[in-house]
């Protein structure tokens, strides 16, 4: 079998299209019978208090993705060959097997911290996955090894967690993945590494395919912790290939240092709901783990608009925000740079908070009016 798939794959332009195509058409096809198997042994999710959701919607969507991964990897020889796609397929797979346990079996933090970890401590196994250098970044470059593994670690672990964060509303981490799997693919096809650029067009493939049952109203599908959690490992696992790739590799006329503001850029909506949230928390002195309704998309949706719309709406301004900060960094120095993307930063958290002020009285109009509306006349 493999073999046969040998021959059949060469990633040219042709076969690359033909990945994709494939990749698409098996995730659309495998959604919803995984959403009737889902019902059919009544896995379902039930709808908390801060879901933006009514009743009972299936999850386990993310199911979808770890086959597709696991299949491109496994199957296409000039990947399988790699030298570290075994420690990517045994990273994804014990981050894959901790979101399902903790969409069926509601994990505990810690267990799930402890499988976050498990899948970040496979990939330091190699020191692709480890970031030995700041690139000059405040004049810091070599990082001493028994400081690199940690502060690595604790940036996928981070990245992984707020992807996760962001998956509270119908297609908004499906379109922040494909957005991101844009600029990382373009990026990654620019310094010619095959691994990670199939594994973007795998990303955009299936969570294209994802947004048509995200999106419907009666074939509804969640990825759940199933999906994010292996998206934000797959995202954290490409920043860091990208912060260690020669800057001359990715054809570019600025200095190294500033792949960081690129890549930052890139990662904006889950880095700024993260830093937000956890910001907000503190000021209410509750637990930085603790549930509530103070994520962007909440602020959004709890105004008036559509799932759909708060989804697009974010989406583009990721696209805004990376595009600027790509043509700032080729005109002025790290540190103006620097400057433009904090005043970017800190002015949508303003924007944000500003939204969020009279979130309290919309709510309680809401409420209102659905009383009222619930009254037959």
């Known amino acids: 079998m493999l073999n046969k798939l040998d021959q059949f794959f060469d ?24 959403r009737n198997l889902i019902h059919k042994y009544n896995f379902k999710n039930e709808s908390g208090t801060r879901s933006s959701h009514l009743g009972n919607v299936p999850t386990f969507g993310g199911v979808v993705f770890f086959i597709s991964y696991l299949f491109v990897l496994i199957c296409i020889p000039e990947l399988r060959n790699d030298s570290d796609v075994l420690l990517i397929i045994s990273s994804f797979t014990i981050i894959f097997l901790t979101g399902f346990l903790d969409d069926l079996f509601e994990l505990t933090p810690k267990v799930k911290m402890l499988g976050q970890l498990l899948a970040v401590g496979v990939l ?3 020191n692709h996955f480890i970031v030995s250098s700041l690139n000059g ?24 967690n707020a992807f996760n964060l962001i998956d509270g509303i119908d297609g908004l981490s499906a379109i922040t993945a494909i957005v991101i799997s844009g600029f990382y693919g373009w990026l990654f096809y620019t310094s010619e590494q095959q691994l990670y650029f199939v594994i973007s067009m795998v990303t955009i493939a299936s969570n294209l395919a994802f947004l048509r049952f ?33 800057i001359h590799l990715l054809n ?27 910001l907000i928390r503190i000021m ?36 805004c925000i990376a595009t600027i900060m790509f043509v700032v960094v080729q005109y002025v120095s790290f540190i103006e740079a620097l400057f433009i993307f904090i005043f970017l930063f800190l002015s949508s958290m303003v924007v944000l908070f500003v939204l969020n002020k009279n979130r309290s009285a919309i709510l309680r109009k809401l409420k209102i009016i659905k009383t009222i509306n619930s009254f037959k006349f």
């Not at 970044?137 to 981070?158: C, G």
């Open 11 to 34: 990633l040219n332009c042709t076969s690359l299209t033909i990945l994709v195509v494939m990749v698409f058409v098996f995730s659309y096809i495998a959604l919803p019978n995984l």
């Open 124 to 126: 330091m196994f190699s």
């Open 137 to 160: 970044v405040f004049d810091i470059y070599e990082i001493p090894f028994y400081l690199s593994i940690p502060l690595t670690a604790l940036f996928l672990v981070f990245l992984t």
């Open 214 to 246: 995200n999106f419907s109203k009666h074939r509804k599908i969640f990825m759940g912790d199933t999906g994010s959690l292996l998206l934000g490992m797959v995202f954290g696992l490409q920043t860091v290939v990208l912060f260690n790739t020669e």
């Open 252 to 278: 570019f006329s600025f200095s190294r240092s500033k792949i960081i503001l690129i890549l930052i850029a890139i990662l904006f909506i889950p880095i700024l709901d993260v830093f937000r949230v956890i």
């Open 284 to 319: 209410n002195k509750k637990p930085v783990f603790s549930p509530d309704r103070n994520h962007l998309h909440h602020i959004l949706i709890d105004r008036g608009y559509t799932h759909k719309v708060v989804s697009i709406m974010i989406g583009l301004y990721n696209i």
